[in-house]
């Protein structure tokens, strides 16, 4: 039984959908198998298997998007990046085993044959371990039972407080309030709105290009992350091992 991705549209509602299974792998008893898939910023995970040669995913997993949306994915060939990770059950710890990437744009509407896909940085350098899957798009004739509306902003007064009146855009800085969490703009006082500011790194190639041939790596294993300074603060994201 295999892992099910899949992508649905929710206008038509189209659904992209992934079928896989796994071989060539090795016994690990005291261990689990999860795939992970990422695909526009969001990750998903099937539930984990037992680590035999031949693992058996049965899990459905699925992305919402709408028409236009895809388009653009196609046309910016955003890739579907399916990860395989062995779960240490006690510890919770995850191995990174291999990984491997699809062409949104493979995925039609007509039923298409399996194939096998050999895993990419595969840890297993003595097996071939390899995914079966096979991804096809579909059509939700379904009608979204609650359609999102927008709703209009309530109308303003116009009435600006005369302390904001006088002053100057350019005084006007964010300051962080790290009891918070949050950056404040302007006078207190007159902080009423809260925004959020969403930075998505949705997926990444080639990065091991990026190091000169002449820099060494630390014998054990590296950690990379991706890093950015936002208002003054530096930001990170969580690290990882794989290039």
């Known amino acids: 039984m295999p892992v099910i991705p899949a992508l649905w ?11 896989s299974g796994g071989r060539h792998f090795p016994k690990r008893p005291k261990h689990m198998l999860v795939v992970e898939a990422k695909f526009d910023g969001e990750q998903l995970a099937t539930d984990p298997v037992d680590h035999t040669d031949q693992p058996e995913f049965a899990t459905e997993l699925a992305w919402e998007i709408d028409r236009k949306a895809l388009h653009q994915h196609r046309l910016q060939r955003t890739p579907i990046k399916l990860q395989c990770f062995a779960l240490d059950p006690i510890t919770s710890a995850k191995e990174t085993i291999g990984y491997i990437v699809l062409d949104l744009r493979t995925a039609q509407e007509t039923k298409q044959a399996p194939k096998w896909y050999q895993l990419l940085s595969n840890k297993y350098t003595k097996f ?3 995914i079966q899957i096979s991804i096809a798009l579909e059509t939700d004739t379904k009608a ?5 509306k927008a709703k209009g902003a309530p ?3 116009g009435k600006v407080p005369a302390i904001l009146a006088g002053l100057d855009p350019r005084d006007i800085v964010a300051v962080l309030n790290e009891e918070g969490g949050y950056h404040q703009i302007g006078p207190a006082e007159y902080c009423t709105d809260s925004f959020i500011m969403s930075v998505t790194i ?3 190639t080639q990065l091991e290009q990026l190091i000169p041939c002449t820099m060494k790596l630390p014998e054990r ?3 990379f992350f991706f890093y950015y300074s936002l208002l003054g603060n530096d930001v990170t994201n969580e690290p990882f091992n794989d290039l």
């Open 202 to 204: 949705a997926f990444a």
């Open 221 to 223: 294993q590296p950690e």
């Open 144 to 148: 979204p039972v609650d359609s999102f």
């Open 155 to 157: 109308p303003r007064d």
């Open 9 to 19: 549209e929710a206008e038509a509602g189209r659904s992209d959908h992934l079928k």
């Open 128 to 130: 071939k371990s390899e």
